[in-house]
């Protein structure tokens, strides 16, 4: 499912090479000047790290989570009592409360390039390359850029360096698959690189993996990122899935064993029936992300803007889970407002769902 052009050991190279920390979940942050959230929190803010990611025990879970109003401003200023923390409807004791601002991130930007996305491509790689110019530190962060189709293209491995990230957007283009005569219509029935389709002979608009894609970079490139960055990947695509060997199901737990959150950013072309957008919430949510539908280019940069301070405004939490069982299970993660005067202002938390518990037969 995962390719690369040129020689194989541009693979191997990737996987020594190198958003989320240890056992964290995921994004980076960064406050937001200018806006005073409406709600008083009981005490004073959770105090700030910068550069220095906490050192725990294997046996500790970091949440990153974000909050925002009714009217989607960023909170910056919880403390620790105006939260609680569940594990399978367990309350658990936090050890670790605060703001994450600076950690170095890991971001993989990944391009659907099938025919659906043939018009709107021009101006996500532009908005993509802005969000890269304003986000990426380069003596910090590192980002990979992926295409895909029914197979997912290595454009970039793991990098700082701009001008190659630049380039590697600049070069990512549409391909007609065979038989393509324009309008969307592929003449000859399988288009190369995807399952066959059983039953299925008549022409067809080509293929697009979405669930395998975000499989393979969440296990080939997030996956052997250092452990002290946030991971994140961020999608341009419409959620229309037709093709590949991996569910929706395999996509989320991929990202999640990998530490990373999902940033969709839904793009679609009418003609081929729009935005999934249920389908791009749901995978989202599901790994603390969040999904976002820019109607033309200028909601678009705001899309990635929007990103961008999410990433730079989120707390950290830490607790011992009180199931110290080592069986590999799913456990779900519930953040709760306790504070009566922001419960009644509808905050807004976003954070992963759960985690993957570790096996005892594993180190």
Known sequence: MFRKLGLAAAFVALCIGAFVIGDAGNAAAQSQSGVKPTPTPSQTPPPIIDDEVLKIDADVVNVLFTAQDRNRRLLTSLTKNDIKLLED??????????RQVDLPLSLSILIDVS???????PDEKDAAISFLESVVRPSKDEVAVLSFTGE????????????????????????PPSG????GVVVGGQVPGTPPISG???????????WDAIWVTSREVLGVAPERTRRAIILLTDGQNTSGQKRLDDAVDAAVRSEA??????????????????????VSERTGGRAFFPRDEGELRQAFKQIEEEMRSQYLVAYEPTNQNRDGSFRKIEIQIVNE???????????????????????
């Open 89 to 98: 409807g367990v309350p658990q004791e936090l050890t670790t409360f605060t």
């Open 115 to 121: 025919v659906s996305q043939q018009r709107t491509l």
């Open 152 to 175: 997912t293209t290595l454009e970039q491995d793991m990098t700082s360096n701009l001008t190659r990230l630049r380039r590697s957007i600049e070069n990512v283009k549409f391909v």
């Open 180 to 183: 393509y005569v324009g309008g």
């Open 200 to 210: 299925r002979n008549q022409a067809i608009q080509g293929s697009t993996a979405i």
């Open 261 to 282: 959150i999902i940033y969709s950013i839904g793009i679609g072309d009418n003609f081929y029936g729009g935005v999934d957008k249920g389908t791009l919430n749901k």
């Open 341 to 363: 005067q922001l419960k009644n202002d509808k905050i807004k938390l976003t954070h992963r769902q759960g985690y993957f518990a570790k096996n005892s037969d594993k180190n």
